[in-house]
């Protein structure tokens, strides 16, 4: 069974640097974006942006409480 995102962390410029998840475990950006694809966190997936850069983002689902920036710090 996949891991949901349950809460991040952020730096001073408001960038999500880790994510804690379901389990507990705490994992750094690039780590959960290779679990995304790797289809180890659910609902979230990686999309490449305007900058070049692949980036998270929650599936698309109209709640906005669950998209990673509304997610509580921890």
């Given at each position: ?13 408001g ?7 379901s389990s ?51």
């Open positions: 069974m996949a891991e949901t995102v349950t809460a991040v962390r952020k730096n001073n410029e960038d999500i640097v880790e994510l804690q998840l507990g475990q705490v994992v750094d950006y690039k780590q959960a974006q290779q679990m995304a694809k790797n289809g180890e966190i659910e609902h979230v997936n990686v999309f490449r942006g305007r900058d070049g850069e692949e980036h998270l983002r929650s599936d698309a689902d109209g709640i906005e409480q669950n998209n990673l920036d509304n997610l509580p710090s921890f």
